[in-house]
């Protein structure tokens, strides 16, 4: 609790005490006296919301919920009624105490996230370190992390080994190990031994900075549910007022007393106040967003709380999605060249190539690989890879690539990811690859089908044999293999042209390969994002590790929050519509009128923080 809202407390302690003094005092033979002595509490009490109130009536704004407090209030004092004028203000700012505290709550989980950037960096310079700003710090810059401190910029590591603690960018607390060669990110914590980074990224271009600017904007994207509870607002606020009037006038007409008729149009207008409504649904998207964040999940707006609450079509792309991407190579079969040779041209064509596959022939070849003598590079989409290397033409990738080009395949393995090769057109063998699903693939998929999701897809380039006993082990319900990615685009489309009316079709994939499914999907999921540009840039939602559980995770974290929402509308609407009829036809006075707009909105914002909650469910 800051100084202001504990300054709010005394406040709001005084008006309730000093009331009650004067209650027990009982009223004066001075109506000036009266008014003077519960002034006193009422201007304590409510001086911001008058101030607030007049402020806005100058610029224009008129009708909000302060406007309807004022008007409220100074009517009660009107009609003599000052106890329940100090009382309903006194009630107001208690409930706009707690909005307060949930909302510092709410952004306290997502301020979280802005203490991963260290506010300075230690810098190797001429021997020396020099401790200065990260967003001094230039690309190739040796910098030294102790144990115990965040890493400030992305990087390499050049010396040294340790482990980094993860948790604020993915929620995992199982620790990494990083030795020299890998790759750290920015906000992972330094956790055992002094290391050399150097820097890959400047500090604009860093994934803590990256990180933050998207949760610092998620708020700005909202969803229909909250759009319309704004406009619903801005009509519903003069039509109340307009109502509040027709109903002292009937009133007057109909009994002839004028203050109990004023006094149904003020108890009506207290009633009315969408307070309940403004705030806690907001909050709820809030906080949903906040919860998620703590799992290492980051959502871009509450618009995609919405659209993943009604996931009813789920597709995945294969490798490093639902699979490790860590292949080996299990059979290598040559033709007219010896395994060496062929080995040899099949690493150095791969070396220019960042895809697992690529990475793992590479691996298999036991000598170093001389890059320079590589030329002549082109990479075919979805295809493979074609380069020069020894004077000749070397080509490796698919069968599809083979025959584009000529070349008569002499084989036809049948288990696994198959990569054939030529050289000057001519076919020299193949190698056959292995990978295996994650460990928690398949209880996403099944978490998935639990949760409403009717139908699971599995988009791959990989052969039909590798697709087939990948997806039919993890449960896939729909498998189109050997894809280009021009086709996993079209696959889409038709899926989203034969969807459910009212639901949406969420795609989950690396964010780097796949960035225009993602793009073109209902919500596009990247996993395992920490690091990646391309997938923070296309992706609705980023998940900062490559848990595919954690699919089913932000979808139950949606439906949840969407739930609080649906409560919160359908609590406050209906309490409110019985109390302002009881209000019109005088059976509600202002103490009840208090607990249909202050109880309302507090029982509603208590609901809302709910979405902050997230538990540990699997």
């Known amino acids: 609790m800051n100084k202001n809202q504990k300054i709010t407390v005394v406040r709001i302690v005084f008006a309730i005490v000093s009331t009650v003094i004067l209650g027990i005092i009982g009223r004066q033979d001075s109506v000036v006296l009266n008014i003077a002595l519960y002034l006193v509490p009422y201007l304590v009490i409510g001086y911001n919301v008058l101030y607030s109130a007049g402020r806005n009536i100058l610029k224009g704004q008129i009708f909000d919920e302060k406007f309807l407090m004022t008007l409220a209030t100074v009517g009660a004092f009107i009609i003599g009624e000052y106890p329940e004028a100090v009382m309903v203000m006194t009630f107001f700012q208690t409930g706009e105490l707690f909005e307060k505290l949930a909302v510092g709550k709410s952004r306290n989980s997502i301020t979280e996230l802005m203490n991963i950037v260290p506010e300075t960096a230690n810098v190797l310079r001429d021997g020396k370190i020099e401790c200065i700003s990260p967003d001094e710090v230039s690309k190739g810059d040796i910098i030294v992390v102790r144990p115990g401190e965040k ?19 993915t929620g995992e607390s199982l620790p990494r190990k990083a030795s020299v060669g890998d790759t750290v990110v920015s906000g ?36 229909k549910t909250e759009s319309f509870i704004t406009k619903f607002a801005k009509y519903y606020t003069p039509a109340v007022v307009i109502g509040a009037v027709v109903i002292s006038v009937v009133a007057a007409i109909i009994t002839g007393e004028i203050f109990d008729s004023i006094r149904r149009g003020l108890v009506f ?8 409504l403004v705030i806690s649904v907001p909050l709820s998207f809030f906080g949903g967003i906040g919860g998620a964040s703590k799992k290492g999940i980051l959502i871009k707006g509450s618009e995609f709380i919405e659209a993943l609450s009604k996931a009813d079509i789920a597709v995945f792309d294969k490798t490093g999605t639902l699979t490790e991407g860590s292949f080996t190579v299990t059979q290598i079969e040559s033709r007219g060249i010896t395994h060496e040779e062929f080995m040899e041209y099949a690493a150095h064509a791969e070396s220019t190539s960042t895809h697992p596959i690529a990475k793992c022939i590479c691996r298999e070849y036991p000598k170093e690989i001389d890059v320079s ?3 002549s590079m082109s990479e075919y989409a979805g295809e493979g890879i074609g380069a020069l290397y020894n004077k000749k033409r070397i080509l490796i990738g698919n069968k599809r690539l083979m025959q584009n080009n000529g070349v008569t395949v002499m084989d036809n393995p049948v288990e696994q990811n198959t990569v054939y090769m030529a050289l000057d057109n001519e076919y020299v063998g193949y190698i056959t690859i292995d990978d295996k699903p994650k460990e928690n693939a398949k209880t996403a998929i099944l978490r998935l089908k639990a949760m409403g999701v009717s ?28 894809l ?33 499914v993602l793009s073109r999907a209902d919500v596009g999921i990247a996993m395992g994002a920490m690091g990646s540009d391309a997938a923070i840039e296309a992706a609705d939602v980023v998940l900062m590790d490559d848990d595919p559980s954690k699919v089913a995770e932000v979808i139950r974290i949606s439906k949840r929050t969407m739930e609080i929402v649906k409560q919160n509308i359908i609590f406050a609407l209906s309490v409110k519509a019985i109390v302002l009829v009881l209000s019109a036809v005088g059976f509600a006075n202002m103490w009840i009128a208090v607990f249909a707009d202050v109880g309302v909105s507090v029982l509603a914002i208590l609901n809302a923080m709910r979405a902050l909650k997230i538990s540990t469910k699997k």
């Open 373 to 375: 003598k590589v030329s």
């Open 484 to 516: 280009m990615p021009s086709d996993k685009v079209r696959i889409c489309e038709e899926l989203l042209s034969k969807k459910k009316k009212g639901t949406t079709l969420v795609f989950a994939g690396d964010g780097i390969n796949d960035a225009p």
């Open 455 to 482: 139908k699971a897809v599995m988009l791959t380039g990989d052969t039909s044999s590798s697709a087939k006993r990948i997806g039919d082990g993890l449960g896939i319900d729909e498998i189109h293999s050997e």
């Open 151 to 169: 890493i400030p910029l992305d990087g390499v590591i050049t010396e040294g080994e340790s482990y980094v603690d993860t948790s604020a960018l």
């Open 269 to 276: 207008l207290v009633v009315s106040c969408p307070c309940a």
């Open 188 to 223: 992972c914590v330094n956790l055992q031994s002094l290391v050399y980074i150097r820097v890959e990224n400047e500090f604009f271009e860093s994934t803590a900075t990256k990180i933050l600017e998207l949760v610092e904007s998620s708020t700005m994207k909202k969803a």
